[in-house]
């Protein structure tokens, strides 16, 4: 199955080891990552988001991920929620 971005929407919270996920619609994709260590971890973080979006057929899209200490399958589970929030297939 393949989503696409047609509306705002988000998942998560700001809360310690949690993470929340924005996406809008657009052009290309784009992924932006807030993150106290994002240094150390931003590329894995990147990679899940990347893979997660992958699952879903995602290829457009502006993706905020503001994250709190997150674990990849919190982190996975965000992004799938506020794909599926922002327009479904």
């Given amino acids: 199955m393949s989503y696409e971005i047609r509306q705002s929407a988000a998942a998560g ?8 996920v924005t996406v809008t619609p657009g052009d290309a994709l784009t992924i932006e990552i807030e ?9 894995a973080i990147e990679r899940v988001v990347r893979e ?14 503001m994250d709190k200490g997150a674990i990849d399958c919190v982190i996975a589970a965000r992004v799938e929620t506020a794909i ?6």
């Avoid at 919270?13 to 929340?20: F, G, I, K, Q, R």
């Avoid at 993150?35 to 590329?43: C, F, I, L, W």
């Fill in 35 to 43: 993150s106290p260590v994002k240094n150390q971890y931003g590329e």
């Fill in 13 to 20: 919270t700001m809360e310690s080891s949690d993470v929340l």
């Fill in 52 to 65: 997660t979006l992958s699952d879903l057929g995602v290829t457009k899209g502006l993706i905020k991920v």
């Fill in 84 to 89: 599926k929030r922002a327009g479904g297939n």
